[in-house]
């Protein structure tokens, strides 16, 4: 009998609370999924363009100055006017090791084929360019020479930020760019990778690639990238 008086006042007191506090609930679940949804969204958001960063003297760098300096160059990819540049620092923590397994070391994250966009030592973007098939970038580098010929900030196959506008912006000051730079920091641009599509039946090339070689050709007129309103 007491068990049963309970379950009523139990049912009961639900049943008032519900009664008096229902919309409180329900506006909390709903706030709770809007919270859950923004989160989702930002967190799974596509990355407009990615560089990775390969240098012997990265813990000199400012990487969010970097990002700053290059947020306004990063084209919108999917038109949702809000900019993900993703800078990562995919150089090997042991500082120490001769240049070549330097290199090899980092080769992994060099051949990840959403990368299109490299920061480099000079140094370490030639010998990477003269590393064996498997050790090296198979699609290899647009010759940037070859495109801006007149441009006193190219420097071979890519963009010296050293000596160009961008390096106050990046946070190198002359004497660090003396002391750790002197051969030069390359922005770099990888050739189209291509991948094998079922629907067309043959290789394409893969996304990315223009939004990057955009932002390649930005920087180096000093034009920012053009949005949309």
Same mark, same amino acid.
């Given at each position: +009998? #007491?068990? *049963? ?5 139990? #049912? ?22 809007? =919270? %859950? ?12 363009? $990615?560089? =990775?960063?390969?240098?012997? !003297?990265?813990? %000199? ?19 949702? #006017?809000?900019? !993900? ?28 084929? *959403?990368?299109?966009?490299?920061? +480099? ?21 647009? !010759? &940037? ?9 190219? $420097?071979?196959?890519?963009?010296? =930020? ?31 990778? +291509? *991948? ?8 394409? *090339?893969?996304?990315?690639? &223009?939004?990057?070689?955009? +932002?390649?050709? &930005? ?11």
């Amino acid at each position: +009998m #007491k068990k *049963e008086i309970s379950n009523v006042n139990l #049912k009961s007191h639900v049943s008032n609370f519900w009664y008096y506090h229902w919309k409180f609930i329900v506006f909390g679940v709903l706030a709770l999924g809007v =919270v %859950v949804f923004l989160l989702v969204d930002y967190l799974v958001k596509p990355v407009d363009v $990615k560089i =990775v960063v390969l240098s012997r !003297n990265e813990a %000199v760098l400012d990487f969010s100055k970097i990002h700053e300096a290059l947020i306004d160059y990063t084209p919108d990819r999917n038109g949702d #006017k809000i900019i !993900n540049l993703e800078i990562r620092n995919v150089s090997p923590s042991n500082g120490e090791l001769p240049d070549e397994e330097f290199v090899s070391s980092a080769i992994s994250s060099l051949q990840d084929p *959403e990368t299109y966009l490299y920061l +480099m030592d000079s140094e370490l973007f030639d010998l990477l360019e003269k590393q064996p098939v498997g050790q090296n970038i198979p699609e290899g580098f647009i !010759n &940037f020479s070859a495109e801006s010929p007149n441009n006193p900030y190219v $420097k071979g196959k890519g963009y010296n =930020v050293i000596g160009s506008p961008f390096q106050e912006s990046f946070g190198i000051s002359d004497e660090l760019a003396e002391n750790y730079f002197k051969s030069g920091l390359l922005l770099v641009l990888r050739a189209p990778v +291509m *991948e094998y599509d079922l629907e067309v039946g043959g290789e394409v *090339e893969k996304t990315g690639y &223009f939004e990057a070689d955009a +932002m390649m050709r &930005f920087v180096a007129r000093g034009t920012p990238a053009k949005r949309m309103d």
